[in-house]
């Protein structure tokens, strides 16, 4: 275990304490695309709107927005438990971006791959987009030094279970079981 604490932190400290200016303003950007999953919500829109407000449509919505809840949810309720400390905190580093909440799991990167899952389960045409953002956004919370990278890992975990749960369910509902 301590191994993995070491690379954690090591790549923590590369990632958050690098003077690369390209890097922050991109991972700035991401986080603010994250902010509420406001980025997630336009892009479900734009499923809705490409597949019409019928069963594809709305299937992409609720997918997209239920994984990104609950996946944000079930975090909060993980970072509650967990109570690990934030990396610039434990640390004393600088960061870009300073949550006061704890750290594990990340709540920005469960809800990024909770909305993506349900994306690539619903909306082929968004798939690889919608992963690639997702990583962003998980990369992000770490070049802005609010996440360890184990943070986002496990954010993302989080995020792919509920994002299937989601798909899961509306189909549920629409069988009537």
């Known amino acids: 275990m301590d191994l993995l604490q070491r690379l954690d932190t090591s790549l923590y400290l590369a990632l958050a304490t690098s003077d690369n200016l390209a890097a922050a303003i991109v991972g700035l950007f991401f986080a603010a695309f994250a902010t509420a999953g406001l980025g997630w919500w336009a892009i479900a829109l734009l499923g809705v709107r490409a597949r019409g407000i019928g069963r594809r449509g709305l299937r992409i919505a609720f997918a997209t927005a239920v994984g990104g809840i609950a996946a944000a949810a079930l975090a909060a309720w993980l970072k509650l438990y967990v109570q690990r400390p934030r990396p610039f905190s434990a640390l004393q580093v600088d960061a870009l971006i300073q949550p006061s909440s704890f750290s594990f799991p990340s709540g920005d990167a469960a809800l990024a791959f909770g909305a993506a899952t349900g994306l690539w389960l619903t909306w082929p045409a968004a ?13 992000s919370r770490v070049v802005v030094g609010a996440h360890y990278p184990s943070d986002v890992v496990a954010g993302a975990v989080v995020g792919v279970l509920c994002g299937i749960a989601a798909e899961r369910l509306w189909s549920r509902l629409l069988r009537g079981d």
């Open 127 to 139: 798939r690889i987009p919608a992963v690639l953002v997702a990583v962003a956004i998980g990369l």
